[in-house]
């Protein structure tokens, strides 16, 4: 009964598990296609650009501030970004639409199996419970 009982719990957290990742690759993929339908106005030779992260290309521009400059020292992230030509980023974010929407559907079915697991154990614990503990 116990095994059955943590099975479920650990169903259940995993269920909530599942579900936060679901909505964040949602939204992932909500910003994606709302930046490409955005972009489909632009004429094809708008500069665009696109963040490569941190970098640290010339020394100059990454020492960091002074310990006495206590302030700005959290501030230190010198970010950059890549000329990109419309069309490649339109492109890129297609895929990456299509990457999410794989992902989401992978999910989507492994919350099922989850919920499915949940709901067959706790059957199994209430039939268990009204036939007094036999199996």
């Known amino acids: 009964m116990r095994e059955i009982e943590s099975q ?11 579900r936060t990742q679901v909505a964040s ?3 992932e993929m909500r910003l994606a296609q709302l930046t490409r339908s955005e972009m489909a106005s632009l004429p094809s030779e708008t500069p665009v650009y696109e963040g490569v992260g941190k970098m640290c290309a010339f020394l100059p521009l ?3 501030p002074l310990a006495a400059d206590k302030e700005h020292q959290a501030d230190f992230s010198p970010s950059r970004f890549v000329a990109i030509p419309v069309p490649v980023l339109q492109d890129k974010l297609g895929t990456q639409i299509k990457e999410i929407e794989t992902e ?3 999910m989507g079915k492994r919350l099922h ?6 709901k067959n154990s706790q059957e199994h614990i209430e039939k268990m419970l009204r ?3 036999q199996p």
Do not use: F, H, N
């Not at 479920?8 to 599942?18: F, K, N, P």
């Not at 199996?113 to 949940?118: D, H, M, N, Q, S």
């Open 8 to 18: 479920a719990v650990a169903a259940q957290q995993q269920i909530s598990l599942v």
């Open 25 to 27: 690759k949602q939204r």
């Open 62 to 64: 990454c020492s960091p």
């Open 104 to 106: 989401v559907d992978a």
């Open 113 to 118: 199996y989850l919920e499915t697991t949940a």
């Open 131 to 133: 036939g007094g503990g």
